[in-house]
């Protein structure tokens, strides 16, 4: 019997019936925690880039693309702030006195 490419590259079939089903797993991710700015583009993901979010979570690097997201969504935030408190001569004196 010829093999296919998958066998060929090391893949194997499991029967399951009168179908052989490839045995595919997802490669093993380190777990970091993600923010609310990391869940909310794994929601837009999800809605509206399925292909994206499946490429990512099936080479295993969507956890560390969303810990990415989040931690830059957070560094921007605190630069805008920054730049807000800075632009309105904002001290934390005159902050906690008002």
Same mark, same amino acid.
């Not at 029967?15 to 490669?27: A, F, K, M, N, S």
């Not at 909310?40 to 880039?49: A, G």
């Not at 605190?78 to 902050?95: F, G, N, P």
């Given at each position: 019997? +010829?093999?296919?490419? /998958?066998?060929? !590259?090391?893949?194997?079939?499991?029967? &399951?019936?009168?179908?052989?089903?490839?045995? !595919?797993?997802?490669?093993?991710?380190?777990? &970091?925690?993600?923010?609310?700015?990391?869940?909310?583009?794994?929601?837009? !993901?999800?809605?509206?880039?399925?292909?994206?979010?499946?490429? !990512? /979570?099936?080479?295993?690097?969507?956890?560390?693309?969303?810990?990415?997201?989040?931690?830059?969504? &957070?560094?921007?935030?605190?630069?805008?702030?920054?730049?807000?408190?800075?632009? &309105?001569? +904002?001290?934390?004196?005159?902050?906690?006195?008002?």
């Amino acid at each position: 019997m +010829i093999k296919s490419i /998958f066998e060929r !590259l090391g893949g194997e079939y499991e029967q &399951q019936g009168d179908y052989l089903i490839p045995c !595919l797993t997802v490669p093993a991710e380190e777990e &970091q925690a993600i923010g609310i700015w990391g869940r909310r583009h794994l929601n837009y !993901l999800k809605q509206y880039r399925i292909v994206t979010y499946t490429n !990512l /979570f099936t080479s295993g690097r969507l956890n560390t693309y969303l810990a990415d997201i989040d931690r830059q969504a &957070q560094e921007r935030s605190h630069r805008l702030i920054e730049d807000i408190k800075q632009a &309105q001569s +904002i001290t934390v004196l005159r902050a906690l006195s008002t």
